[in-house]
């Protein structure tokens, strides 16, 4: 009798821990295969350290094939489920074609940028769901700094050197924080022109900073960028985006050419095509992560609507926090469909948060206990270093030789922003040209009128909550 076939689509947080929990639990009594776009687990929360300059781009990312050892891996992006057949189809890495077969199927392809219907976004502005993303980022804002640098225009100084972070959230925060220190050890390298410091902003159409957290953590994140000199604006977001810069909903317009785009995430747009029932984009499962009507396939993370045992009625909210224990309930849930020990369902007890503000600052409250200044920034790199399923050895020694060595502020220019859109359901993957040879990079880092070849699984833009 032929061993069952397990399927995991996505190596997100989800994906990573149940393809490692489920290759541990059923051994050799299944064939696992993993399913995605890199063979690498993309450690999410330390991107905007890379966009930074702080740590090396392969600090964050874990080898799929180095550290699961009894899963294939089929590197490609799924395009489309058939639940008649039990059926992945997907397209391979060089534009080829495959079909994978399953007795088992977890969904967990986590999410992509949230878009607005806001003109001029989807041109002129850059998301941070990837790593191609913060590649593009940390050479963007190095190359804004040393054209104001060098720029005789006053105006066109104070532009390159302006900086703007929309969405205050986990992410926006911690880019916003991340990139103003980054930037201030460029001017104290080169100074600009008549002594012009960086502008950052960051804005929100919410009432605080973090606004899904604890607000003791929004004070505190709110104080320390403050402190810094980052210009917070709540109630405030973009009206329109232009090659120039950004009208802001108060009337105010920015004269910029870097727009952050960090206004939230939304679910990757293959669950759509399953064909069965949503919650807000979410494929509705039941407390055990099952499809109901179909056993057979279980879906985790920012692509499953989770129901809240903790607050009925509620699903699970879209963090890393929750996609990595529904990994674990997966892949016990699916070892139990095959005979191998019994199923459970999902119930969660909140953890805490943690936000790097840079350098030795922090806001973090681990199991509801608020820590200040410093003792947080230890906790908060401590945590990182307890989640990261590798490479802690190289984070923690990147994060020594920034406390001791300059920072290298250098553009390397391998991404380019036409190869990094904003509209695009798959951030992982940098665009790739129709030809060898792509268009020119603009001065200010906009996307080109013609940019080569199609964006896999281009979407429009979503509706805002």
Not at 78 to 88: E, K, Q, W
Not at 92 to 113: C, H, I, K, Q
Not at 323 to 347: D, K, L, M, P, Q
């Amino acid at each position: 009798m032929s061993r069952p076939r397990i399927v995991i689509v996505g190596a997100g947080f989800a994906g990573y821990r149940t393809a490692r929990t489920l290759s541990k639990l059923v051994r050799h009594k299944a064939d696992i295969t993993l399913l995605n776009p890199t063979d690498y687990f993309l450690y999410l929360p330390l991107l905007p350290q890379v966009a930074a300059g702080l740590l090396e781009p392969r600090r964050v990312t874990v080898s799929l094939s180095g550290t699961l050892p009894r899963v294939r891996l089929v590197l490609g992006e799924a395009d489309g489920i058939d639940l008649d057949s039990r059926t992945v189809h997907y397209t391979g890495p060089e534009g080829e074609g495959g079909t994978l077969a399953y007795d088992r199927l977890v969904l967990a392809v986590g999410s992509v940028n949230k878009l607005l219907p806001i003109p001029g976004v989807a041109e002129h502005a850059h998301g941070f769901r990837g790593l191609p993303e913060a590649l593009y980022l940390r050479d963007h804002v190095t190359r804004q700094m040393e054209l104001a640098a060098g720029a005789d225009d006053p105006k066109s100084c104070a532009a390159r050197c302006t900086f703007v972070v929309v969405g205050a959230g986990y992410t926006g925060t911690e880019v916003a924080a991340q990139g103003q220190r980054y930037t201030e050890a460029q001017v104290r390298k080169r100074p600009l022109p008549n002594g012009r410091k960086p502008r950052w902003l960051l804005l929100d159409v919410a009432p605080r900073v973090l606004p899904e957290m604890d607000e003791r953590l929004s004070r505190t994140a709110d104080r320390v960028l403050r402190e810094r000199g980052v210009e917070v604006r709540m109630g405030t977001s973009v009206k329109e985006a232009t090659h120039d810069g950004v009208l802001l909903t108060d009337g105010e317009f920015v004269d910029t050419r870097t727009l952050v785009w960090c206004v939230g995430v939304r679910p990757d747009p293959l669950v759509e095509g399953v064909g069965q029932p949503m919650e807000r984009g979410r494929l509705l499962v039941d407390p055990h992560l099952q499809v109901p009507g179909h056993p057979e396939v279980f879906a985790c993370g920012d692509a499953a609507a989770v129901p809240d045992l903790n607050n009925p009625g509620g699903y699970t909210p879209m963090t890393a926090q929750h996609a990595w224990r529904h990994g674990a309930v997966v892949a016990r849930n699916v070892a139990a469909s095959i005979g191998v020990g019994e199923r459970t369902f999902y119930r969660h007890r909140d953890l805490g948060f943690v936000v790097d503000l840079g350098g030795v600052q922090a806001a973090a409250n681990p199991l509801g206990v608020h820590l200040p200044g410093p003792l947080a920034g230890a906790v908060t790199r401590g945590y990182h270093l307890a989640a990261m399923p590798g490479n802690r050895v190289r984070v923690a020694a990147d994060w020594l030789l920034d406390a001791v060595l300059p920072r290298q502020a250098v553009q390397l220019g391998l991404v380019r922003s036409w190869s990094v859109p904003l509209d695009t359901a798959s951030p992982e993957l940098p665009r790739v040209p129709d030809s060898a040879s792509g268009p020119a990079e603009t001065s200010t880092g906009g996307a080109p009128t013609e940019p080569p070849g199609p964006v896999r699984r281009t979407d429009t833009p979503a509706e805002e909550d």
